[in-house]
């Protein structure tokens, strides 16, 4: 079975530029969840998918960053304009349920962005 | 909001020494508590977790932790690591109303050497 995968591995981008950055989920995992570590930081929750919908953006930092999930199969993360402190690893995360007690969140290995 | 603090940023060890790394979390509700490990070069992965019943939980590749509540910890041990086990750890937890949310400490960076 094909893990959680993602696109690009690296990504450097110059201020002001557009990224967007693809996750593929575990196939049949209604649940897609994107993080972000800042280098040296703890790795934070972004937003969460159940199948096309936003069950929770709580953690998006700002209105550059823009999360789809169209079909309810891969999902994006576009950031526009990209700013220096948007540099960091994204991580994607897929799981079949909500419920952590039962389900386990697999990640990708994320998207390493440089915004120079 | 829960958090997580990993008191431990770095830790050094040679082969076959023991090991423990701290892990304290702020939320009194129920929680779900977790290890996870990324080994150079690959994705996250769960190592273990507890979620009920008895405090100390076993996980993969010979590591175990141990939740005590009364001290909001879930400390990771394993009494004899090998070089395979070079790697960063986090520790995390969800619970209460964000459910799926994962709050993730800082992460260990543990080296063992041969």
């Known amino acids: 079975e094909a893990g959680v995968t993602q696109f690009p591995s690296h990504s450097v981008i110059e201020k002001g530029q557009t990224v967007t950055l693809r996750c593929d989920p575990i196939?049949?995992?209604?649940?897609l969840y994107w993080y972000r570590r800042v280098m040296g930081k703890e790795i934070k929750f972004l937003l969460h998918f159940v199948k096309e919908s936003k069950q929770d953006e709580s953690g998006m930092p700002n209105n550059r960053f823009l999360a789809e999930r169209t079909g309810g199969t891969y999902s994006t993360l576009k950031v526009q304009p990209a700013e220096l402190e948007d540099s960091g690893v994204y991580f994607c995360?897929?799981?079949?349920?909500?419920?952590?007690?039962?389900?386990?969140?697999?990640f990708g290995p994320g998207t390493r962005l440089t915004v120079l | 909001a829960q958090s997580v603090s990993q008191h431990n940023h770095h830790v050094i060890l040679s082969e076959a020494a023991s090991l423990e790394l701290g892990c304290n979390y702020s939320y009194g509700g129920t929680v779900n508590l977790f290890w996870y490990v990324q080994y150079p070069g690959q994705h996250l992965q769960l190592l273990l977790k507890?979620?009920?019943?008895?405090?100390l939980v076993k996980g993969i590749k010979g590591f175990e932790a141990e939740f005590i509540k009364s001290k909001f910890s879930f400390n990771l041990r394993k009494p004899s690591v090998q070089w395979s086990d070079t790697a960063e750890y986090f520790c995390?937890?969800?619970?209460?109303?964000?459910?799926?949310?994962?709050?993730f400490g800082r992460g260990t960076q543990l080296t063992v050497w041969p």
């Open positions: 196939s049949g995992h209604d649940n």
């Open positions: 995360a897929s799981s079949q349920g909500v419920s952590l007690s039962t389900d386990t969140q697999y």
């Open positions: 995390a937890v969800s619970g209460g109303s964000t459910l799926g949310r994962l709050y």
């Open positions: 507890y979620f009920s019943g008895d405090p």
